[in-house]
């Protein structure tokens, strides 16, 4: 009887070991630094996005805007938006190829408020409305820390903006046959979220937290805000938190 509780106990300290461990391990996962526009000469904005258990090679843009929702400028857009080429656009045989690819669902309050129309009449960047490389970069991995500054000074009051959106994350409500002829919507399934930071440069706090305030049209057929995030599961936890600084 001694022997098997002293097995016992030895399997309990083995289990609560990896456990510890593997919380230690989340807390200190390295996350990507993405910096963008460093000749900018406004105000420095730093982005901390601390990844959630849906965290799975998300796209997204992060912009700024006046209190009164008009676009400023982006600070980050993945590359893949920003320049209209996926590595990731189509099949072939039993493959992926990269080429060009129109995914108006993919960042579409980003890309109506960023106001740029393409000769095919979306307002998703092709080759030749493409976000200059100055303001994008590859799409990370894990969590990530934005360094970006403004290209000129902001007004005392303003608004930091995300949009994120990933592939393929059905769920009761966005089903995959929900819009069966529409194939932009099945490629995003739950449509793009958008978080939202007011800042106050003339606050005490030292970081202003992005919280969810709706999400996009689901196949980007519109730059409309939908405020209702009753039907939105996991697209909720893509990201844990994001919080921002400004110096």
């Given at each position: 009887?001694?022997?098997?509780?002293?097995?016992?106990?030895?399997?309990?300290?083995?289990?609560?070991?990896?456990?510890?461990?593997?919380?230690?391990?989340?807390?200190?996962?390295?996350?990507?630094?993405?910096?963008?526009?460093?000749?900018?000469?406004?105000?420095?904005?730093?982005?901390?996005?601390?990844?959630?258990?849906?965290?799975?090679?998300?796209?997204?843009?992060?912009?700024?805007?006046?209190?009164?929702?008009?676009?400023?400028?982006?600070?980050?857009?993945?590359?893949?938006?920003?320049?209209?080429?996926?590595?990731?656009?189509?099949?072939?045989?039993?493959?992926?190829?990269?080429?060009?690819?129109?995914?108006?669902?993919?960042?579409?309050y980003w890309a109506?408020?960023?106001?740029?129309?393409?000769?095919?009449?979306?307002?998703?960047?092709?080759?030749?409305?493409?976000?200059?490389?100055?303001?994008?970069?590859?799409?990370?991995?894990?969590?990530?820390?934005?360094?970006?500054?403004?290209?000129?000074?902001?007004?005392?009051?303003?608004?930091?903006?995300?949009?994120?959106?990933?592939?393929?994350?059905?769920?009761?409500?966005?089903?995959?046959n929900k819009y069966?002829?529409?194939?932009?919507?099945?490629?995003?399934?739950?449509?793009?979220?958008?978080?939202?930071?007011?800042?106050?440069?003339?606050?005490?706090?030292?970081?202003?937290?992005?919280?969810?305030?709706?999400?996009?049209?689901?196949?980007?057929?519109?730059?409309?805000?939908?405020?209702?995030?009753?039907?939105?599961?996991?697209?909720l936890q893509i990201?844990?938190?994001?919080?921002?600084?400004?110096?």
């Amino acid at each position: 009887m001694n022997r098997i509780l002293l097995i016992v106990i030895a399997l309990v300290m083995v289990s609560c070991s990896a456990g510890s461990l593997k919380k230690q391990g989340e807390a200190t996962e390295e996350k990507k630094v993405l910096t963008t526009n460093t000749g900018g000469r406004g105000p420095e904005i730093i982005v901390d996005l601390e990844k959630g258990s849906s965290f799975y090679y998300p796209l997204f843009a992060i912009w700024l805007e006046d209190t009164g929702g008009r676009y400023i400028q982006t600070l980050y857009v993945s590359k893949a938006v920003a320049t209209g080429y996926f590595e990731y656009a189509r099949q072939e045989g039993n493959k992926w190829a990269g080429g060009e690819k129109r995914a108006p669902q993919t960042l579409p309050y980003w890309a109506h408020k960023r106001g740029v129309k393409a000769s095919d009449g979306l307002f998703m960047p092709d080759a030749s409305t493409a976000v200059p490389d100055a303001y994008t970069g590859a799409t990370p991995i894990t969590g990530f820390v934005l360094n970006s500054r403004a290209d000129k000074p902001l007004p005392a009051k303003f608004k930091v903006m995300l949009e994120i959106n990933q592939n393929w994350d059905w769920n009761e409500f966005w089903t995959n046959n929900k819009y069966p002829d529409d194939e932009n919507y099945k490629m995003s399934c739950q449509p793009a979220l958008v978080y939202e930071a007011v800042i106050d440069t003339g606050s005490p706090a030292e970081s202003f937290t992005m919280k969810p305030v709706g999400h996009s049209h689901y196949s980007g057929k519109t730059g409309e805000l939908f405020t209702d995030l009753s039907t939105i599961t996991t697209a909720l936890q893509i990201a844990r938190s994001v919080t921002v600084k400004v110096k």
